[in-house]
């Protein structure tokens, strides 16, 4: 591009104003009103300065921009004025012009006076786009225009080079999430995590917050329920000249909806998982020239000791273990051969060092690697390079089996389902907002002895069988799916036609279960197993048992009551023959229930949610 034709291009924009003003409304979540309008500038529709970001680059290439900025910001506020716009004007600005004699609070509350608009309708959005290093002045310059009424928002939080530094410092009235921590937010639970900080840091600091780029039903769902304060994309209204006085028709339905959004479950991830730090035994360490005796002597002194690390210039060179020295120093004239030599000799010169960070799960596939020697002698444990401890293979199984239980309350490993702590977590959500649900509880009838004929990996075939059929029978949007543990799975449905599709999921199991048979099973319609006794006894296939409890935002309950009458009905359902569903009407004080069976297949059972929980 020529370097001429934009200056030319910019002059013409500011000798006659040729800038227009695009209004995007900001929804407020708590009572789905539009709480104001941001302006968004665009140069002439006939020029290559159309869009904003080629008008401000070549404003600062040509050095305008405090010129250009000036004349967006005036059409901004006589536009907002002369279309009688609701709510405050949200206003971009970067955080430099704010030294800029013409946005300076007297002169904002001129041209404020001039189009009959007073101070608090007015907010500077302060956009990232330059690094900022006197924050105490940027601080005194925002402190200044708080007193006189004009409020401040920081925008695109998350994207910038600084944005905390200037949360913390200029305690701004709204602080805006950047549209990449809201896209997809229903379905990923990193950003949910990001933007749940983020709300939280703002209560504490008396911040109002913005989610932005908000696009679909579900983001805005999940924006509402985070308690976010409000809202702005397309799904809520694109930017126009003449913008409506209500959120889309979209927008208002989606917030009419009498249901809470299913929060993307977390799991476990390595960023939580414990490191060889928890696994630090403060062991002496040994020189490669000491004595051998005297390193025998150093671990019958230290009982507890499996092996001590040979260290040279606080640098792990090998590791001695105290069988591989018992079973030297027992043999015949090994102490009067050996004993005055350096330990170096018996030492193993190749022993797995790890770094104190190193996360449990990368560590137990370092001594899976290296061998099950290395799970019997223990591993050296280094700082930077340098020797800090001994680690032993007992301390990691244990870590590992710890870190298993916790992952399976927060996601099941056969089935990668939320495990117990999302389910607890979403059922106190739906209580707290006083909604009504339906708790539905599915069981497998006659499990057991499947597994002992066919064995636990056609078991957990017929788990995730049972999982994969629930994942896709309920609505992600509205029905929170939890496995349990073992072959018990739990749905929260909000979706009014819950009990259609739990009649699909029985209708689909007894269908595509039959793979999972032998064919002279199938036939007989069952097979012979050992009962409990010991007895040879004729068990049917397995079915499918569902107890269905429907809660009424009308009834107070808490969630343990939840989990004990949907156990209840689970055990109901089971004792009809074959796969059935048996729906609970009675709540918690009326006496009315349903039984809906599918196929004629018996079974008794005895397990409980809040059991298997």
């Known amino acids: 591009m020529d370097h001429h034709y934009p200056n030319a291009a910019l002059n013409e924009v500011l000798e006659h104003g040729r800038v227009g003003s695009l209004f995007q409304p900001i929804m407020n979540l708590r009572d789905a009103s539009v709480y104001g309008y941001e302006a968004l500038s665009r140069g002439p529709s006939d020029s290559p300065l159309h ?28 536009t907002f004025s002369q279309r009688q716009l609701n709510g405050k004007l949200f206003a971009n600005l970067r955080p430099l012009r704010l030294f800029d004699p013409f ?9 404020l006076r001039t189009v009959g608009l007073p101070p608090q309708r007015l907010v500077l959005e302060l956009t990232e786009s330059d690094p900022t290093q006197d924050f105490a002045r940027l601080a005194e310059a925002v402190q200044a225009l708080h007193k006189v009424g004009i409020g401040i928002a920081m925008d695109d939080l998350g994207e910038g080079f600084s944005s905390l530094r200037l949360w913390s410092e200029l305690k701004p009235n709204y602080v805006k999430i950047d549209r990449h921590f809201i896209t997809g937010l229903n379905q990923d639970p990193v950003k949910l995590q990001f933007v749940r900080s983020l709300q939280a840091i703002a209560d504490n600091a008396g911040t109002l917050i913005v989610a932005e780029g908000v696009e679909t039903a579900s983001e805005l769902a999940v924006v509402k329920d985070l308690g976010i304060a409000f809202g702005q994309g397309y799904l809520i209204g694109r930017p126009t000249a003449a913008p409506s006085h209500l959120p889309s028709p979209e927008a208002m ?4 909806m009498a249901s809470i959004s299913v929060f993307p479950s977390s799991g476990s991830t390595k960023a939580s998982q414990p490191c060889a730090r928890k696994l630090l035994i403060d062991a002496p360490c040994v020189v490669p020239d000491a004595a051998s005796e005297q390193v025998l002597e150093l671990l019958l002194k230290h009982e507890g000791l499996h092996a001590l690390a040979v260290v040279k210039d606080g640098v792990p060179v090998g590791m001695l273990t105290r ?6 120093f027992t043999r015949i004239y090994t102490r009067e051969l050996y004993g005055k030599k350096p330990c170096s000799v018996f030492m193993d010169r190749e022993p797995l060092v790890v770094d104190i960070g190193t996360l449990i799960s990368d560590l137990s596939e370092l001594v899976v690697r290296k061998g099950k020697q290395t799970f019997t002698d223990g591993f050296i444990i280094t700082e930077n390079g340098k020797y800090r401890g001994m680690g032993s293979g ?15 309350r927060y996601a099941n490993p056969l089935t990668m389902l939320p495990g117990n702590v999302p389910i607890h977590e979403h059922t106190d959500r739906l209580l707290a907002a006083n909604v009504d649900f339906v708790a539905a509880y599915f069981d497998l009838d006659h499990f057991k002895p499947f597994n002992d004929v066919y064995g636990y990996r056609k078991g957990d075939a017929v788990i995730q069988l049972l999982g994969r059929i629930l994942s896709q029978e309920c609505d992600p949007g509205l029905d929170f799916l ?15 036609d819950w009990q259609e599709r739990c009649q699909r999921v029985l209708a689909r199991f007894d269908t595509e279960r039959m793979a999972l048979f032998q064919f002279e099973h199938v036939a007989e319609g069952g097979y012979f197993s050992e009962d409990r006794r010991g007895k040879m006894v004729f068990h049917p296939l397995v079915s499918l048992s569902i107890g269905a409890v429907p809660i009424s935002q009308a009834e107070a309950c808490q969630r343990h009551d939840v989990e004990r009458v949907a156990a209840e009905a689970k055990k109901m359902a089971k004792k009809a023959d074959g796969s059935s569903l048996f729906v609970e009407r009675r709540g918690f004080n009326q006496q009315k229930a349903t039984h809906v069976p599918i196929v004629e297949m018996g079974d008794s059972g005895d397990d409980d949610w809040d059991e298997a929980a």
């Open 103 to 111: 946005f300076q609070p007297d002169k904002l509350l001129a041209m």
């Open 394 to 408: 007992y301390d990691l199984m244990r870590a590992i089996t710890e870190m298993q239980v916790v992952a399976a």
């Open 253 to 256: 339905q989606c917030f009419s």
């Open 51 to 78: 869009a904003p970001d080629a008008l401000l680059k070549s404003a600062d290439h040509a050095g305008l921009s405090s010129e250009i900025e000036r004349l967006c910001f005036e059409v901004a506020l006589r």
């Open 323 to 328: 069988p591989l020295l018992l079973d030297r």
């Open 482 to 496: 939890g496995h349990v543990g073992g072959d018990d799975f739990v749905i929260l449905f909000q979706s009014a």
